[in-house]
């Protein structure tokens, strides 16, 4: 008899062993989903390895057998299953957690899958595809029409085959006069399967592949070579902002797809960058499937199935996207390596950056990093022979040169026109130029809301969080409110001090809202438009964005939103309200953090004829991450940070692991991070030491207290050693223990 080990999909350690029984011989391998008794529950997991011999650690009797098979054939590709039980070791997260990163919540439901008796075959699940009603003209000559009629055949006419539910909200009679038209033989209504998502509303107009640049040719051979000698091969495609990375991409999917091959391509927040997923579509066609969190549970489970299948062969997505059941994948692009949202923060906190090198890794497929402003960690592993670099030194569009970047020290600087030192003397001039000239202007600061804190003007108390150890920011909707950015607890503006009853309440510092009411009252004739979380759910921030590019926005103001990848040429002005807020967090990738993020809005200016000027407010210009994002010197910032990092033993000289604790008693999550943190000392081994424990930069989130300390160590297997009997260790209850391998938030 067999034995199999199945990941449950519940949040524990370990997998379970289960017996196959002698009926289901020859099913259940690896990769299948299987029902089995867990407790008196009946639940779907997922068979991670099966042997023959009987697992050591339980007693015989004890072991179940299954109760059935869903799956004839792996629903977890064999890649993808290695390649996610190596994630769970690398991360010490719990393996059934690691499983259902690859699994659709439909596909895990033993519900669903119980409703259905016939267990053996898993195309039968593929019943979520709903189905809709297109009208076309079927081309016979059309006779005399009437009313309705007539605007409904102009617009098939003139905008071919349409959703009969689209023209029914154009037309109210619309289903009626479709009705008549069909009956007559002009029209014919066809029933389709739903084309799912946001990102295929619109039908996609096919583009030609531009001839590539001389730097984009030897970037493109050096990814083709490798994927036809079918290597698993690492590169960093370093370019600048729009020196045509994409098209690169775009060049290297397609010869990965002539292979046969399936090939993934990562973003930062595909909300933010439809555009990409449209260039996509131009140039593959509809035949993509695009992942992302706004996908309804049937939508997810129907690209899931077209992905597994092998139907769909392309996928676009955010970090997600990194577990889907890819057939042969061959190449894995990850665009804009060096951001943050790649590392989820909660629940398995992976690094879809670092993952994707895994992934391809096991599955022998290329994997290419593309970024401006590369991360530390990738530029370690150029150097360390790991990943090989090739560069793309300039603007695609020959025309368009670099930005010529000014910085304003705003030590020197008196209170601008609007009488503060939110907006300098120096970036008004400039404003106004652009505003005379007709041209744009962004303007970015890292905060929304109006004032991120309000402070009593007689005793000085500042208003904070309830839940959380933060000041409360202000912000003007409703006619006032105070909001916690980290919990979203919200009151009305009070009248007066909580704590001394004082009538005068202070607003100070400034958000993306404090901008744009001073701009409106200095450039009253200038139309404005803020980006920012606040303004922009969902698919509003590309209305805002389209506004921008039809001109009918002279200046925006935004969050870190408007720094990602848009394509905005008629921007002349791009304005850094404050490059100091990212420096002064307790973080040691502070400068790598504010570098990446000064050239990558930089970027924003100058992109098509236009060059551009970029304005950096600043109380640290001499600071090297500010003077080298100012004059480009990435070379020189890369050199020095690495120096940097080196002495100081930080990543990526060393490796680092942070565990919080976390509970709802200030005392008893002191005590037990004190008693963790000893565990580690007892067991601590040569090369790794132990910082901490002490209270988190933030002490207090959604009313829990929080305590850390941190492993640092030289090798990552001493890493591993050390954290092992932390994982290990009994929890007391109501309070949690996690471990952050390679941490990015050090808050
Ligand atoms: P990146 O991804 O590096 O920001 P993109 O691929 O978006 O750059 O390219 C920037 C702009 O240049 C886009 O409008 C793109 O269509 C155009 N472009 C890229 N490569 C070429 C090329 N070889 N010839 C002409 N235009 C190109
Ligand atoms: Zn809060």
Redesign the pocket.
Known sequence: MDYVKVAVPVPLGRSFSYAVPTELEGTAVPGCRVLCDFGRRRVLGVVIDRGPTAPADVPLEKIKPLRAVVDAHPVLPMDLLSFLLQLSRYYFSPVGDVVRLALPSVARSAKIVLADQGLLDNTKLKTVGRMVQVAELTGNELPELKGQAVAVVAKLASDGPQLVSNLQSLHKNARSVLKSLESRGVVRILKKERRRGRFFCAPAIRDQA????AA?REATESINAALDEKKSEHFLLH?V???????VYLHSVQHCLNQGRSAMVLVPEIALTPQLVSRFRARLGDEIAVMHSGLTEGDRFEMWTRLRGGELRVVVGARSALFAPMVELGLICVDEEHDGSFKQEEGVRYHARDMALLRAHRSGAVCVLGSATPSLSTEARVRGGKVTRLSLPER??RASSMPTVELVDMRRMGPGPAGDKLLSLPLCRKLEAVLAAGEQAILFLNRRGFAPAVVCESCGQLAECPNCSVALTHHKIAGGQLSCHYCDYTIRMPSECGKCGGKSLGLEGAGTERVEDQLAKLYPEARIARLDRDVAAGLKSEKILDRMRAGEVDILVGTQMVTK?H?LPKVTLVGVLNADTALSLPDFQAAERTFQLLVQVSGRAGRAEDPGVVMIQTRNPEHPAVAMAATHNLAGFVKQELRDRKELRYPPYAFLALVRIDGPLEHEVEAFAARLAAVAQKNVITGVDILGPAPAPLARLRGRYRYRFMFRATARKALREAILPIVRAEVPRKLRVSVDVDPVSML
Request: net charge negative; glycine share 18%; proline share 6%.
């Open positions: 531009p001839s590539l640049n984009q370019g902002t729009a020196s045509g990375k994409t098209e695609a569009h990848g394509d």
